[in-house]
């Protein structure tokens, strides 16, 4: 029961370094560029494959501009 207490605690870690690094600017594909991107979807100026695609870029390019992925910031948490 404990090991999983702390397996529960290291999980909330992790979402709170990743919530730090957004908050901080260091994440190219953060919360707020996702849903810059759904209201594009949702107004009609895009489709969803559009966006994932554009979603995937913004990922690819995220190390060539000296940021990181909520992936990435995730998992050093």
């Known amino acids: 029961m404990q090991e999983s207490r702390t397996r529960f605690e290291a ?3 992790k979402k709170r ?3 730090a ?3 901080a600017g260091e ?3 953060s919360h707020a560029v ?3 991107i759904m209201a594009r979807v949702r107004s009609g100026e895009i489709t ?3 966006a994932q695609s554009e979603l995937k870029k913004i990922q690819a390019k995220a190390q060539s501009i000296g940021l ?3 992936q ?3 998992s050093r948490g």
């Open 11 to 13: 999980a909330i870690e």
């Open 17 to 19: 370094a990743q919530n």
């Open 21 to 23: 690094a957004e908050a």
């Open 27 to 29: 994440v190219a594909d």
């Open 34 to 36: 996702r849903l810059a």
């Open 48 to 50: 969803l494959a559009q």
């Open 68 to 70: 990181i992925t909520r």
């Open 72 to 74: 990435q910031a995730f």
